[in-house]
T-cell receptor
Framework: NAGVTQTPKFQVLKTGQSMTLQCAQDMNHEYMSWYRQDPGMGLRLIHYSVGAGITDQGEVPNGYNVSRSTTEDFPLRLLSAAPSQTSVYFC?????????????FGPGTRLTVT | RKEVEQDPGPFNVPEGATVAFNCTYS??????FFWYRQDCRKEPKLLMS???SGNEDGRFTAQLNRASQYISLLIRDSKLSDSATYLC???????????FGQGTELSVKP
C-alpha cells in the first residue's frame, strides 16, 4: 500500500493563480482531511470529508474548495492564490467509526505564493 | 483563547532525562485525545492515544484529566531519537476533525 500520497511536493504560484493539490489514499478510508501548517500555529483544519459526496468546512476554509467524488481522492482547490496561503499542506485519512482512530498523513505539499 | 494549548518550547534535555509536556483544551465536549510526533519537515505520525485511565507505551506515559481539561505526556530515559515536535491533538466527534496544539519541540542532546 502506498498509504496517502500528495502531489506536487513543491509549488510556487503567483498571486491570483489557481491550482489543485492532489491527495489520494489506497486504504479504503472513509474520512479524509486537509490541514495547513504555519510556523508557530500547529496544523489547522481546512476541509474534511466523512465519505464520498460529503464534505464540510474546518477552521480555515476561506479561499479553498474541495470535492469528494470517490473514496480514494480528495483534491484541494485554491481559487485565487494569495501570499497568505503560503504554507505546508497536509492531507490525512482515517477509518470511520470508533473514538480512537489513527489519522495517516501524506508527506505534504510546500506551497509558496509570490 | 486557542482550543488546544501546549507548553511553549523548545525543551533541551540531556540523554537519559525525564521530560514532561503539558496540554490544555478548552472544549469540555472533547471526546478523544492523542499525542502525535512530527519530525522536522515531515508529516505528523500518531505516537499514542490518551485514555481516561492513563496509558503507557514503553518509555512514554500519557495522562488525561477531564475535570481540569488537561493532557500530559511523560518521556522517560530520553533518547537522541526522541528529538522531534510533539503535538497534542483533540477530537470532538468520531469523524476526521482533529484540533492540533501548536506543538512543543524537544531536543535531546548527548
Amino acid at each position: 500500500n502506498a498509504g496517502v500520497t500528495q502531489t506536487p511536493k513543491f509549488q510556487v504560484l503567483k498571486t491570483g493563480q489557481s491550482m489543485t493539490l492532489q491527495c489520494a489514499q489506497d486504504m479504503n478510508h472513509e474520512y479524509m482531511s486537509w490541514y495547513r501548517q504555519d510556523p508557530g500555529m500547529g496544523l489547522r483544519l481546512i476541509h474534511y470529508s466523512v465519505g464520498a459526496g460529503i464534505t464540510d468546512q474546518g477552521e480555515v476554509p476561506n479561499g479553498y474548495n474541495v470535492s469528494r467524488s470517490t473514496t480514494e481522492d480528495f483534491p484541494l482547490r485554491l481559487l485565487s492564490a494569495a501570499p497568505s496561503q503560503t504554507s505546508v499542506y497536509f492531507c490525512a485519512s482515517s477509518e470511520a467509526g470508533g473514538r480512537y482512530y489513527e489519522q495517516y498523513f501524506g508527506p505534504g505539499t510546500r506551497l509558496t505564493v509570490t | 483563547r486557542k482550543e488546544v494549548e501546549q507548553d511553549p518550547g523548545p525543551f533541551n534535555v540531556p540523554e537519559g532525562a525525564t521530560v514532561a509536556f503539558n496540554c490544555t483544551y478548552s472544549n469540555s465536549a472533547s471526546q478523544s485525545f492523542f499525542w502525535y510526533r512530527q519530525d522536522c519537515r515531515k508529516e505528523p505520525k500518531l505516537l499514542m492515544s490518551v485514555y481516561s485511565s492513563g496509558n503507557e507505551d514503553g518509555r512514554f506515559t500519557a495522562q488525561l484529566n477531564r475535570a481540569s481539561q488537561y493532557i500530559s505526556l511523560l518521556i522517560r530515559d530520553s533518547k537522541l531519537s526522541d528529538s522531534a515536535t510533539y503535538l497534542c491533538v483533540v477530537s470532538f466527534n468520531q469523524g476526521g476533525k482533529l484540533i492540533f496544539g501548536q506543538g512543543t519541540e524537544l531536543s535531546v542532546k548527548p
